[in-house]
């Protein structure tokens, strides 16, 4: 899953005229920064809604931004002592037992929260990117 930012190109030019290659990557890594932060703060609520014992909620992380085939990413995930990775899968996209579809609380929590909070990150993304214009 991920979000796609459109209109930046024009933005991205400018700064980069402005305050060359070097100074655009510290730039565009802060405001990714802070535009994940902001989702990663959604994630935690909306666990927080069928929260057992924290562990899922404990154990998000948000990576640093990187370039990956061109693009810059930050990917949210789940690091931690209890590996609730293993049961986020499955809770967010279910599971068969004994031949019967299983759909828990949580399921499609992520795609649910992402999809709600991508404008959110949009705008703060733009927002950082277009201060320092």
């Known amino acids: 899953m991920s979000v796609n930012v459109n209109g930046m190109d024009k933005i991205l030019k400018e700064l980069e005229n402005k305050c060359g290659p070097r100074k655009l ?3 565009t890594t802060n405001a990714l920064k802070k535009g994940s932060e902001v989702v990663k703060e959604d994630m935690v609520q909306a666990f927080g809604a069928f ?5 899922s909620q ?3 992380i948000v990576s640093v931004p990187r370039t990956i085939q061109g693009v810059k990413q930050v990917r949210l995930g789940w690091n931690g ?4 990775w293993r049961m986020i899968h499955l809770n967010e996209n279910g599971y068969t037992k004994t031949g ?5 609380r ?4 992520i795609r ?3 999809d709600s909070s991508s404008k959110k990150f949009s705008n703060i993304v733009q927002n950082e990117l277009e201060r320092l214009l």
Request: proline share 7%; charged share 25%.
């Open 51 to 55: 929260a057992d014992t924290g562990a």
């Open 58 to 60: 404990n154990e998000i």
């Open 100 to 104: 019967r579809r299983i759909t828990p």
């Open 81 to 84: 002592p209890k590996a609730r």
């Open 112 to 114: 649910k929260t992402v």
């Open 25 to 27: 990557n510290q730039v």
């Open 106 to 109: 949580g399921f499609g929590t």
